[in-house]
């Protein structure tokens, strides 16, 4: 394991994770809780984000990176950054739950992704529910997805509904194990 990857981990165990029953997005209950918002917004935590999701993607091509918000949105910006201190430009995207109203009423902000190869991104995944409707987004957008990617996977369903329901690679840094959780 490289620094910056076990680093990611203990910053993990030791500020995300949260015992107790909890529901979750998709309805279901659960006795833990990854808070990954407490990484991916935390002044130390959040730039090893972007290194391990680089380094768990590395041999994929893509240009653009996002997902479904809130939870991808400082995943994709912690990977911007941690490209351009690589010298690669990366531009980051939003997946809105609803497309806006008004102004430009787009659904996916950012520079355009139109016949763009991209990433989608996540910061847990249960179900893989949001990074399946991030999917469907992107490619009503016109861009290819090459694969998803997550920060933590609860190993509840999320790659078999990636896998085979949007028939794309699921990649994640850490699993329950890792992380010490049953
Ligand atoms: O794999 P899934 O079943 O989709 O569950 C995981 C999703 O749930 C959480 O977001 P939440 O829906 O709580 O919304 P938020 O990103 O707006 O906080 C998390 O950030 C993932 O996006
Ligand atoms: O499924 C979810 O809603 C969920 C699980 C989890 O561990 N962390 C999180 O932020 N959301």
């Given at each position: 394991m490289t620094d910056v990857r076990a680093a990611l981990l203990q910053q993990i165990k030791d500020k995300a994770v949260v015992h107790g029953k909890v529901t979750l997005s998709s309805g279901l209950e659960a006795d833990y809780?990854?808070?990954l918002r407490r990484i991916t917004l935390d002044g130390e935590a959040a730039p090893l984000v972007g290194q391990v999701l680089l380094d768990l993607?590395?041999?994929?091509?893509?240009?653009?990176?996002g997902g479904l918000t809130m939870g991808a949105d400082p995943v994709a910006a912690s990977m911007l950054h941690a490209a351009a201190a690589r010298g690669r430009k990366?531009?980051?995207f939003v997946v809105r739950k609803a497309a806006k109203a008004h102004g430009l009423q787009r659904r996916v902000e950012g520079p355009d992704i139109e016949g763009r190869r991209v990433l989608v991104v996540e910061?847990?995944?249960?179900?893989?529910g949001?990074?399946?409707t991030a999917v469907e987004a992107v490619r009503e957008a016109g861009a290819e997805v090459v694969a998803v990617a997550t920060i933590v996977d609860r190993a509840t369903g999320a790659a078999e509904k990636i896998e085979q329901?949007?028939?794309v690679p699921y990649r994640y840094a850490y699993d329950k194990d890792e992380l010490g959780l049953d």
């Amino acid at each position: 394991m490289t620094d910056v990857r076990a680093a990611l981990l203990q910053q993990i165990k030791d500020k995300a994770v949260v015992h107790g029953k909890v529901t979750l997005s998709s309805g279901l209950e659960a006795d833990y809780y990854v808070d990954l918002r407490r990484i991916t917004l935390d002044g130390e935590a959040a730039p090893l984000v972007g290194q391990v999701l680089l380094d768990l993607t590395a041999d994929l091509e893509f240009d653009a990176v996002g997902g479904l918000t809130m939870g991808a949105d400082p995943v994709a910006a912690s990977m911007l950054h941690a490209a351009a201190a690589r010298g690669r430009k990366l531009d980051a995207f939003v997946v809105r739950k609803a497309a806006k109203a008004h102004g430009l009423q787009r659904r996916v902000e950012g520079p355009d992704i139109e016949g763009r190869r991209v990433l989608v991104v996540e910061d847990t995944s249960t179900t893989g529910g949001s990074p399946l409707t991030a999917v469907e987004a992107v490619r009503e957008a016109g861009a290819e997805v090459v694969a998803v990617a997550t920060i933590v996977d609860r190993a509840t369903g999320a790659a078999e509904k990636i896998e085979q329901g949007a028939g794309v690679p699921y990649r994640y840094a850490y699993d329950k194990d890792e992380l010490g959780l049953d």
